[in-house]
């Protein structure tokens, strides 16, 4: 017991000692109390770019009545995004309301309903046990 107390003891005081004594060793480094020579205390100016070249006065007035202000590429481009949104529209509100009828998901011994009727009659017999079963209060 007392090998034990003594390691112990040892380990906490060498920790102690380790924390109050300088640091020392090849990590260490000691930050340099004078400044560099090559550290210039005034700050770093940049010279001003050139200026840029002054445009000349135009050659020709161009009265504003005879410049179209929007290019006929741009008109017909936004036309045709126009006509696309429209044709897009229309279709989704002709489109059949009633979705074509998909695999059937249920009861896989069960045969696939062949037709849409098939279905809706399927539909009719299942919400009529649904009601059924909540009419005698057994749980879905």
């Known amino acids: 017991m007392h090998q034990f107390s003594a390691t112990l003891l040892g380990a906490a005081f060498a920790l102690l000692r380790a924390l109050f004594t300088a640091p020392s060793?090849?990590?260490?480094?000691?930050?340099?109390s004078?400044?560099?020579r090559y550290a210039d205390p005034r700050p770093a100016t940049r010279p001003l770019p050139p200026a840029a070249p002054r445009l000349s006065a135009p050659r020709e007035v161009f009265p504003a009545?005879?410049?179209?202000?929007?290019?006929?590429?741009?008109?017909?481009?936004?036309?045709?995004?126009?006509?696309a949104a429209a044709t897009a529209r229309l279709r989704q509100w002709t489109a059949p309301?009633?979705?074509e009828p998909r695999p059937y998901e249920g009861d896989?011994?069960?045969?696939?309903?062949?037709?849409?009727?098939?279905l809706a009659r399927a539909t009719r017999v299942w919400l009529a046990q649904q009601e059924k079963k909540q009419a005698a209060g057994v749980g879905a």
């Open 25 to 32: 060793g090849r990590h260490h480094r000691r930050r340099a």
């Open 34 to 36: 004078r400044v560099r």
């Open 65 to 83: 009545d005879d410049l179209p202000l929007v290019r006929p590429y741009y008109t017909a481009h936004e036309q045709s995004r126009r006509q």
């Open 97 to 99: 309301r009633i979705p």
């Open 108 to 118: 896989l011994l069960a045969p696939a309903p062949a037709t849409f009727e098939d």
